[in-house]
């Protein structure tokens, strides 16, 4: 079993597309797949159902995905301790706006060019577990203070913003308080879902004693703003970076101003420890 293999399914495994897995090793398409479907034969399983549109993970492929990345990690330990270190830092990620994760990585590149980060997108329990489990370096996350087991690196602060309809009553506003929303209804993330966002929106909330009816909470940022963008009469509060431009959505700065504190998460690991500074000073 060749590592190259192993290293091209865990990349459209994370990007869950051939082309944009290609792209980003810097090879052609059809050298993935040939490669994925070389490493399913050699297997005797389908790591990955493909439709024209889709491709997906299946049973047996997720099973695979957390080995090959144990077995990836692991070789580029061998190659470290050969004293011929690969410098591959994998963040985790979550899904939505990549300006803050273009911005980190051109000056994490500036700051420390031996560096290779590759940026692994998870839900923030699965983004957990995979740090503790060694399958990724670091991780970035808004809102959390505290986590088991983990150091919490305080890296930015980022404006909750409110997001509305562009129907809405008070889409025209520069500002608006969270009083003044309180009587339309509004869309929480599930607490499942983010469990850091959903407190952070709850704690501003009560302190700025306001108790709004709660619509159906939303399982993705991506879904939530859709759904708010054909509800005049709901509302919802996310982090700036968040927000994705849209002709359907506007976003309003909240007056009194709401912050969220963004945060670099590492292992206590020696090995990490020598490049967790170096990055949350590229995302501050």
Not at 132 to 144: N, Q
Not at 147 to 166: D, H, M, N, Q, Y
Not at 194 to 222: F, I, M, N, Q
Request: positive net charge.
């Amino acid at each position: 079993m060749e590592l190259r293999a192993l290293r091209y399914f865990v990349t459209v495994a994370e990007e869950l597309h051939f082309g944009r897995a290609a792209e980003r090793l810097g090879i052609v398409q059809p050298a993935v797949s040939q490669q994925v479907a070389r490493l399913e034969r050699e297997l005797g399983v389908r790591l990955l159902d493909r439709s024209p549109r889709t491709v997906r993970l299946t049973e047996a492929g997720r099973r695979v995905l957390g080995a090959a990345r144990e077995a990836l990690l692991a070789a580029d330990r061998v190659h470290a301790v050969a004293g011929n270190p690969v410098r591959i830092v994998r963040i985790g990620t979550a899904p939505g706006p990549a300006d803050r994760l273009e911005r980190g990585l051109e000056l994490l590149r500036e700051l420390s060019p031996d560096f290779t980060p590759v940026l692994v997108e998870l839900p923030v329990t699965e983004r957990l577990k995979a740090l503790r489990s060694g399958e990724i370096d670091l991780a970035l996350a808004r809102g959390m203070r505290r986590v088991s087991g983990l150091r919490v690196l305080p890296a930015w602060s980022e404006p909750l913003r409110a997001v509305v309809s562009v129907r809405h009553p008070l889409a025209a506003r520069e500002a608006v308080t969270l009083r003044e929303l309180a009587g339309f209804v509004l869309r929480l993330p599930a607490r499942e879902a983010d469990p850091p966002l959903h407190d952070a929106v709850t704690a501003a909330l009560r302190d700025a004693r306001v108790r709004p009816s709660l619509g159906r909470p939303a399982d993705t940022t991506p879904n939530l703003l859709v759904e708010i963008g054909s509800d005049p009469g709901s509302w919802a509060v996310l982090p700036a970076g968040q927000i994705t431009e849209s002709k359907r959505v506007r976003s309003i700065p909240l007056d009194p101003a709401v912050a969220v504190d963004g945060v670099i998460l590492a292992r206590d690991d020696e090995t990490v420890s020598q490049c967790a500074a170096v990055v949350v000073k590229a995302f501050a």
